[in-house]
């Protein structure tokens, strides 16, 4: 990276993603373009990692555009996809979308009660 001409893998770039989506940078900065540049493509481990940066910032619209794109370059949410929306759309109080959510993950067959935590 930079100066030093060391090539940064995938895992280096889901850091990069990781640390600015959470800081609720991701969107100034440009690192997905130049991950893209860099001969990385987006795949579900990107797409997850913004929606869960995006959803503890509880930026749902963010998490919400990212989910959408999956289905347009037809690449299948994983569970993990799937929590990460339910649990970001809950920290933002929109209570509706996790129901939704939650409903689409089981109409998959992806059970999710093992590993969401809801407490009642």
């Known amino acids: 990276m930079g100066e030093d001409n060391v090539a940064p893998d ?4 889901l850091i990069c993603i990781n640390t600015y989506s959470q800081q609720g940078k991701l969107w ?5 373009t130049m ?8 795949n579900i481990s990107v797409d997850n990692t913004l929606i869960m940066g995006s ?3 509880t930026n749902v619209k963010a998490a919400e555009l990212v989910f959408q794109r999956l289905q347009t370059i037809s690449l299948e949410p994983a569970e993990t996809t799937y929590r990460s929306m339910i649990e970001g759309f809950g920290r933002a109080d929109y209570y509706r979308e996790v129901v939704q959510y939650y409903v689409e993950v089981n109409s998959r067959d992806q ?3 093992q590993t969401l935590q809801i407490s009642t």
């Open 111 to 113: 059970d999710l009660n």
């Open 55 to 57: 959803g503890k910032q």
């Open 28 to 32: 100034r900065v440009s690192v997905l």
């Open 10 to 13: 995938l895992q280096n770039w």
């Open 35 to 42: 991950m893209q540049e860099a001969g990385y493509s987006p």
